[in-house]
């Protein structure tokens, strides 16, 4: 299985964008899932994950009330909704799949990775 994201590109700040992230290959079975973010010159850091039903969802404090992630309702891709965006928050975002219902803020429990898509934010 891969990952495969898109909708990334060129906002204003307060503006908006929405990430996809969409398998392809065999179907998935029980995974969560997550975007992560690498800033230019920085570490990759987690934004938020959901967990494989949906119940469960945490977004960093960074892009809580601005962020949302959701899925569709077969599973299979996940998006991120992002609002009121700002030029900190420009990165690579990548989206990620970890094996059983439960996220995670840590990205070395994540095994499939998306090939990352650009975002960036203009004051």
């Known amino acids: 299985v891969q990952l495969q994201a898109s909708g990334g590109g060129s906002a204003q700040a307060g503006g908006s964008l929405r990430l996809s992230c969409a398998p392809s290959g065999r179907t998935f079975g029980t995974y969560a899932r997550a975007w992560f973010r690498q800033p230019p010159g920085k570490e990759r850091e987690f934004v938020a994950f959901i967990s494989d039903n949906g119940g469960t969802i945490y977004s960093s404090d960074s892009v809580k009330m601005r962020f949302t992630i959701f899925r569709d309702s077969a599973k299979s891709t996940v998006y991120l909704q992002m609002n009121r965006l700002k030029p900190e928050d420009t990165a690579l975002y990548y989206c990620?799949?970890?094996?059983?219902?439960?996220?995670?803020?840590?990205?070395?429990?994540?095994?499939?990775w998306g090939q990352g898509t650009q975002v960036t934010v203009s004051s």
């Open positions: 990620a799949a970890r094996p059983g219902g439960y996220g995670s803020r840590r990205a070395d429990e994540y095994d499939i």
